[in-house]
């Protein structure tokens, strides 16, 4: 009854589970769905300079032509031109400094010691300067306004009546100075002592309205048109084999424009939003499956599946807010960041599946959508291997300047091909670009925090831990000298065996350096770690030294996690002797007390047995090495049937049941093992 009570619960857990990924697959549709622009898509792809080898183009309505960005920005400038600044005529300021000028006339009369009889005739001269100036009228100039000429037309207020003037006919304060001054010349009188009078006494009388100037020129740019002329209904657009020209091209897009427009109006917005969810469910159903026919290990994870639907999600919801916000130029954005966390927190083929999968999706919404998809296919493959074998964190800037000029050549074939001209290139195109590959290199940190957040190892945590100056390797290599070395042979024989049936190598790498820090305890009880001819098994018993041995295994793992290494990595740990006996102490047991019953699992491992290729091959690398070192004499012929003999045990005992490893994997893993410990032990093979 308790076996079939774990049997129905164990198939309860798969149905939840099953239930929860399409919990998911739904939500990611919805979610994507949700985010994307709801807008009906304009069926033609057109570029400027191209021929256009589709059917006559015919109107299926009237429509107006929009004019282009030039055309309506060479319309505004003239329309500002033709904007008359506005000038407020303020009279009371004329009469106050009158005024003021015949408070400081008396005061420096006084003290200036000139003929009194002229007082009168200094007084009026003065006086009458300042009328003809203020009658004149005084202002400053605005730059704003002095296009290609010092002097522009303005209209002046004065009691709500508007008046057009030249500021030709207008002083301005130096002007005001420089005629007062010629006409004083003229005369007789002290020149200086009227200016010095005159000169404090000249203030604006034309006041700049930039309020009201504003508002007319709002008015007037408000009124501009948009549009010049008009395609009736019936008309060609385009025919076929035309060169879509700078007239055929503004036609298209004006044409684009009220086809999305009437869409909007008259279009269906649930066809619109159903048309979406299908695309969107192809997509995502086709990702799955690739998981389930493909990646299985993937596809029975609930966690893993969420996090790569959570990373195609995010980028497609960054696409449609990019363009909501009317982003200047979609290529900003770093699409190639999928590909990149995708291959780092699992492999080469499931990331270009996904970016194809997603560029896909993307190329529907955006303009030119087969350039768009050139530029993103191409960047997201050279992404991809970039980082195919990924060893060292520096790999990331390589990768980035490889990226870069890939987007660089094909944006030059791609002008080329449009513009027909190098001297025709616009290179800030390009500027977006480089931006997009610099929002790239985030995907340093996002890996690290969907590491933290979804419990995966990418290989950037891998080459961490396989760093000889990580703290737990340091001690190892400090107290147990002798396994650290072990572990080092270990890791490089296991590395060069995956590398060649594949396989992850930085994994078995980090697994073999790994795979013996349970002997950091006890490391005398190991016999590589033992130099002073004492052996401490000797004062204990058979069953006693086999657990120390066996223990190794546990405290190694229980010591791995307590340094928060990754589970995978415990892994190795946990199945690098698989099940199998410790053989040396069962067998003198059994010679030294025949007569005595011994229960076998006292002298086994717990287990598990290996269950992938890495973790099958360090088994190997382990035992191979480990024994090679009870040679006394290595040769060819020896080491051969050292590694075909434990290999042929490991086997046998059916510890590479579950490891996938196939026999023309164990001959390949054999011939390099024979080959690199020939190497480590200098022996030289008769020819």
Request: proline share 3%; hydrophobic share 45%.
């Amino acid at each position: 009854m308790a076996k079939l009570s774990s049997s129905r619960q164990r198939a309860l857990l798969r149905k939840y589970a099953n239930n929860l990924k399409y919990v998911m697959v739904v939500a990611t549709i919805c979610v994507i769905v949700f985010a994307l622009p709801k807008q009906a898509k304009f069926r033609y792809e057109y570029e400027k300079g191209r021929i256009w080898n589709q059917k006559d183009l015919i109107s299926p309505y009237n429509f107006a032509i929009l004019k282009t960005d030039q055309e309506i920005e060479s319309d505004r400038q003239a329309a500002l031109k033709s904007v008359k600044p506005i000038y407020q005529a303020d009279d009371n300021i004329r009469q106050q400094q009158e005024d003021g000028y015949n408070n400081d006339f008396e005061i420096k009369w006084h003290n200036a010691g000139l003929n009194e009889r002229l007082k009168k005739r200094y007084f009026e001269t003065g006086l009458n300067l300042l009328e003809y100036v203020y009658g004149k009228g005084v202002l400053s100039l605005n730059s704003k306004y002095q296009h290609n000429n010092e002097n522009y037309t303005i209209t002046i207020l004065d009691h709500n009546i508007a008046t057009d003037r030249n500021t030709t006919e207008l002083f301005t304060k130096d002007r005001a100075l420089a005629y007062c001054e010629q006409a004083l010349s003229k005369t007789t009188l002290d020149k200086a002592f009227i200016l010095n009078l005159i000169q404090n006494r000249i203030q604006n009388t034309l006041i700049y309205d930039d309020k009201l100037t504003s508002r007319l020129e709002k008015e007037v740019l408000d009124g501009l048109s948009l549009t010049h002329g008009m395609v009736q209904k019936g008309e060609v657009i385009v025919a076929k084999g035309s060169v879509i020209n700078n007239d055929v091209y503004q036609k298209l897009e004006s044409y684009k424009k009220a086809f999305e427009d009437n869409a909007r109006v008259n279009g269906d917005r649930n066809l619109v939003l159903l048309g979406q969810f299908l695309l969107v469910s192809i997509i995502v159903i086709l990702l799955i499956v690739f998981l389930y026919l493909f990646r299985k290990d993937i596809y029975h994870d609930n966690r893993l599946v969420g996090l790569i639907l959570l990373v195609a999600t995010a980028m497609l919801a960054t696409l449609s807010w990019a363009i909501r916000v009317q982003l200047p130029n979609l290529y900003y954005i770093p699409y190639c960041i999928v590909p990149i966390i995708i291959r780092i927190l699992f492999d080469t083929r499931l990331a270009l599946n996904i970016h194809l999968l997603v560029i896909l999706v993307a190329g529907f919404f955006v303009p030119n959508s087969f350039e768009f998809g050139f530029y993103e296919i191409t960047a997201g493959m050279v992404a991809i291997y970039s980082i195919k074998n990924l060893i060292r964190r520096d790999q990331f800037l390589t990768s980035a300047l490889i990226i870069t000029f890939n987007y660089l050549v094909a944006f030059l074939g791609i002008s080329f091909i449009r513009e027909g001209s190098i001297n025709s290139i616009d290179w800030m195109d390009f500027f977006p670009f480089v931006v997009s590959v610099l929002l790239t290199l985030l995907a340093y940190p996002l890996i690290y925090a969907f590491e933290r957040v979804f419990g995966i190892t990418s290989d950037i945590t891998l080459i961490e831990l396989t760093n000889t100056n990580a703290p737990l390797l340091r001690q190892l290599a400090f107290s147990a000298p002798g396994t650290f070395q072990h572990s080092l042979q270990v890791a490089n024989l296991a590395e060069n065996a995956i590398y060649s049936i594949g396989g992850n190598a930085l994994l078995v790498r980090a697994g073999a350096l790994y795979h013996d820090i349970g002997k950091i305890e006890n490391p005398l009880y190991f016999i590589e770690n033992q130099s002073s001819g004492y052996n401490p098994h000797d004062k204990l018993s058979y069953e006693q030294s086999a657990q120390i041995i066996i223990q190794h295994v546990s405290k190694g793992a229980e010591l791995a996690r307590k340094h928060n290494l990754p589970e995978i990595v415990v892994d190795f740990i946990r199945s690098h002797h698989g099940n199998t006996r410790v053989d040396y102490f069962y067998q003198s047991y059994l010679k030294n007390f025949p007569e005595k019953f011994i229960d076998e699992n006292i002298f086994r491992y717990p287990g598990p047995i290996p269950f992938s290729k890495e973790t099958g091959v360090l088994m190997l690398a382990d035992s191979v090495e480990a024994a090679s070192r009870s040679l006394k004499e290595p040769d060819a012929q020896s080491i051969s049937n050292l590694v075909d003999r434990i290999i042929s045990y490991k086997l046998d005992q059916g510890q590479l049941n579950d490891s996938n490893i196939t026999l023309k994997d164990l001959q390949t893993i054999k011939d390099i093992f024979k080959k690199m410990l020939m190497s480590i032990y200098h022996v030289r093979i008769d020819y």
